[in-house]
């Protein structure tokens, strides 16, 4: 999915897609494709996005240790590398 992805609401993350990938993986399709469509969740998602830009998240993933971000798919050693700076803080 990731791969072909091409922007916001494009490629692979299309209304029509997720519900047909939803559909592949065994959810309630209509349910599922009720709920997407009804916007039931989209006030909870664009807070969560806009605290996320706020605080500095501008990709995936984005990992936040003791408020400081840890940006990219990153190796145990950096992880362990900002827990150990921020418990010598």
Known sequence: MFESQ??????????????????????KGQDFKSCLESGK??????SQTKF?????VQSTPSFLINGRPVVGAQ???????????????
Do not use: P
């Open 6 to 27: 091409s922007g916001e609401n494009q490629g692979a993350f299309t209304q029509d897609n997720l519900i047909k990938l939803a559909d592949q993986l065994g959810l």
């Open 41 to 46: 969740y989209a006030d909870v998602v664009n």
């Open 52 to 56: 996320s830009q706020s605080i500095g």
């Open 75 to 89: 190796g145990y050693d950096v992880f362990v590398q900002y827990i150990e700076e921020e418990l010598k803080k």
